[in-house]
């Protein structure tokens, strides 16, 4: 069982994991993000590290503590996340799990813009953040074994997770129903299908700590620990 602490799996694997939004600022108070609470993403890192892993775990801004035996490093951009994750490498696993901001804002300034009657709200310029999972997954040599990524969906969740997998190059992707109601963000609970090279697996509804056992169990077993 992974609970029990002689199962150690992935000892002498490296592992990265992403987790947390990233900030995009605008100016120094404000910035663009996603909503995420990182809890998924730390949950994953804290079990790859309790199978023997060597975890580092790359995070935006959060308000969660690092879990014990991974090494933290604290970004708030994506284009630091992808500095980061970079120079990482080589690692065997990595399991991208942050909420990145899909733009940055090109004409942020670095004094606070301050609101001015009768003249218009600003505008803001963006452009593409680099695509981290993507660029991880097509790393040439320096590509991890095994590539996981994440998919927030309100719609159609395994049409776009699959085509989500084939667009990113990644091996497995988790994908998450994030639709109203659903409660993910932020929440305790998880429901996910997992894409693989084989096929579709639906996993029922659990705590964002067991949806990460499961799926560090299972990456185990592709890394040729023996099945419980
Ligand atoms: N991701 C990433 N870098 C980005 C955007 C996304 O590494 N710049 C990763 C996320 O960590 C996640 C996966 O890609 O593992 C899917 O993220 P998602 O936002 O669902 O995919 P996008 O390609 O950004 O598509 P869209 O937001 O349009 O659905
Ligand atoms: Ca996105």
Redesign the pocket.
């Known amino acids: 069982d992974a609970r029990t602490p002689h199962w150690l799996p992935l000892l002498g694997r490296h592992a990265l994991v992403?987790a947390g939004p990233t900030h995009e600022p605008i100016d120094p108070v404000r910035y663009l993000g996603n909503r995420s609470s990182g809890l998924q993403g730390y949950a994953i890192a804290g079990a790859l590290a309790q199978l023997g892993a060597n975890v580092t775990l790359i995070s935006g801004p959060t308000s969660l503590l690092a879990p014990s035996d991974v090494s933290l490093i604290r970004v708030e951009t994506?284009r630091e996340m992808e500095q980061a994750v970079m120079s990482s490498l080589p690692v065997d696993i990595a399991v991208?799990?942050?909420?990145?901001a899909?733009w940055h804002v090109v004409n942020a300034v670095t004094s606070k813009i301050k609101k001015q009657a009768g003249t218009p709200p600003p505008s803001l310029s963006l452009e593409p953040?680099?695509?981290?999972?993507?660029r991880l997954s097509a790393a040439g040599p320096r590509r991890p074994a095994l590539v996981v990524?994440?998919?927030?969906?309100t719609d159609d969740v395994e049409a776009?997770a699959v085509a989500?997998r084939k667009?990113?190059g990644c091996d497995w992707i988790l994908a998450n129903d994030v639709s109203e109601g659903t409660n993910v963000m932020g929440g305790t609970h998880n429901t996910a299908i997992l894409i693989t090279e084989d096929g579709v697996e639906r996993w029922p509804l659990m705590t964002k700590a067991d949806l990460a056992l499961r799926l560090v169990r299972k990456i185990a077993l592709r890394f040729g620990a023996p099945a419980l």
């Open positions: 992403t994506a991208c799990a942050a909420a990145v899909d953040n680099p695509d981290i999972l993507a990524g994440f998919a927030a969906e776009n989500k667009r990113k």
